[in-house]
């Protein structure tokens, strides 16, 4: 079966090609970075106008590049949830038009669901077998969840406030680092020094395995000021807290994800969504999990992001199974639990 994947829930233009018995055999991404820089975050009219503006040479560019045509499609998968409704809009449109002229089936996707499965794509490394406790990060969600097989998920925990790329996003913005701000942050970190300041790990000191973000944001600005006050922050110093910051993120993610394997007796850590292209989290993950006789598995950096591969994926293993959207479609989920 040949799925064709559209993701368009925010500000990433993604589509790919998923063969059921071949694999990933082809995928293609636009980014808007740079129409949404200078406004310092995404603008959602303009994020769906630009969709509207690229969906369909993107998709040319596909088959073009793969050798592949329209007729071979077998089934069409787009995002239909949560993100912002006009940039969904764009992608449901585009898919459920198409499948409907090639009369094949189509079928909206949880974004999530596509994050969660990404690691599951990576031909290079064997996949996880289920059950496995999964991570997911991203800038709209910070989620531990037991994932028993696809479709079959038990949330365990969750942020009660901003999620870790949020508060990673926000944080980049007060310290001036601009949009897109968590790899920003993220690579300044690398230059600060370990250890000169510590922030604290939000709701580590209590059982459960929900998250709490905003009040780092707070804390950083507080000590950004008080630093700016005695005149003491220069670029070393500002490194120094940017590393201070993603310490006390990544250290509270790898606590949590430690007391969900505990409570779920699991071996087996899947992390997904944008922060899981974090280099520190994912070494801390990964020494983590090996001096507990577990096992970690990311996807690949190209995958941690918004992408339609993960969207042509958690599609065919779904439309395999002989899902589809029935007529007339669901609605659109801008906010999906
Ligand atoms: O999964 P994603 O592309 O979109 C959503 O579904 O939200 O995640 C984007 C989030 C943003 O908040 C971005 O700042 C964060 O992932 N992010 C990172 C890194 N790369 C992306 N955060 C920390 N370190 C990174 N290297
Ligand atoms: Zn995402």
Redesign the pocket.
Known sequence: MLVLGIET??D?TGVALYDTTRGLVADALYSQVELHERYGGVVPELASRDHLRKLSPLVRQLLDESGHTLQQLDGIAYTAGPGLIGALMTGACFGRSLAFALQIPALGIH?MEG?LLAPLLDQTQTPPEFPFVALLV????TQLIQVDAIGEYTLLGESVDD?A??A??KTAKLLDLGY????R??RLAEQGTRGRFRFPRPMTDRPGLDFSFSGLKTHTLTCVKQLRETDQLDQQTLADVAWAFQDAVVDTLVIKCKRALKQTGLKRLVIA???S???HLREQLRSTLQGMGGEVYYPAPAY???NGAMIAYAGACRLLAGQQDQSPPPALRPRWP
């Open positions: 829930s925010c990433e974004h994050h991203s800038g709209g969600h999620a790329g949020e990673f996003d897109p701000g968590g790899p942050l993220a969504g944008g922060v292209a974090n280099q941690c992001t918004d």
